[in-house]
């Protein structure tokens, strides 16, 4: 069974921090990974990280794909409040057309 | 544009009622899903349409069914509501280019089956 799974589930930090999210995965035919930001309604696209583009970086947020691990972790520098929300992590599938989910991290930045 | 759009936004059934969640994309996208967010399960897809007259079943399709419209319409349907459908309900869509599969998400309906 296909299967993703992000940690921390909850994360409580003060404004200026640093933080690290992780995601890792155990699919077949592995295609690409997907972190997602979801503050109060539908969540957003951040990053898409495939065999071909295993680092991305937008800002104060960077992404890392490690395939030898099953595995990708986002950085957040600098964190401010309005980082405040629940990041997803997804996987796609080769052939399949849908995303397998990991449970989410909730990320609070403490003014 | 309005990307994707979902009604209603909230929604209260007692159980056993029925009722049609109706979701539509103006991106000219290929696919859409459904599926459900409950608290600490991330998102569980429910069903897919990977084109236009197609559909198939995601992890969690039991007590839905669905119906791909057209193009633009991907209807989710409860047939006689439980209180384990209690949840949060997002549509989403993707087209196919061969290097992304990013999908863009509807605001949600947040549905109570008393």
């Known amino acids: 069974e296909d299967k993703v799974v992000q940690s921390p589930l909850s994360l409580v930090v003060h404004e200026g921090d640093t933080v690290t999210l992780n995601c890792s995965y155990e699919?077949?035919?592995?295609?690409?990974l997907l972190w997602y930001k979801q503050e109060k309604k539908a969540p957003t696209f951040l990053f898409m990280l495939?065999?071909?583009?295993i680092e991305k970086k937008s800002g104060r947020l960077s992404s890392i794909l490690d395939k030898k691990e099953l595995s990708s972790i986002l950085n957040i520098t600098a964190t401010q409040t309005g980082d405040s929300a629940i990041y997803l992590c997804?996987?796609?599938?080769?052939?399949?057309?849908?995303?397998?989910f990991g449970q989410g991290t909730r990320l609070t930045i403490n003014p | 544009n309005a990307g994707v759009t979902q009604t209603p936004k909230f929604q209260v059934l007692k159980t056993g009622q029925s009722m049609t969640l109706q979701c539509a994309q103006d991106?000219?996208?290929?696919?859409m899903y459904w599926y459900r967010q409950d608290p600490g399960m991330g998102l569980r897809l429910i069903y897919y349409?990977?084109?236009?007259?197609?559909?198939d079943k995601g992890e969690v399709p039991n007590g839905y069914n669905v119906s791909r419209l057209n193009k633009r319409e991907f209807s989710l349907r409860l047939e006689s509501a439980a209180p384990s459908q209690t949840s949060v309900y997002f549509c989403?869509?993707?087209?196919?280019?061969?290097?992304?599969?990013?999908?863009?998400f509807g605001p949600g309906t947040r549905l109570t089956v008393t």
């Open positions: 349409s990977a084109s236009e007259g197609t559909t």
């Open positions: 989403a869509s993707s087209d196919e280019p061969a290097s992304s599969y990013e999908q863009y």
């Open positions: 991106m000219n996208h290929n696919s």
């Open positions: 699919v077949t035919n592995f295609r690409s």
């Open positions: 997804a996987v796609t599938i080769q052939g399949a057309q849908k995303l397998v």
């Open positions: 495939t065999s071909s583009g």
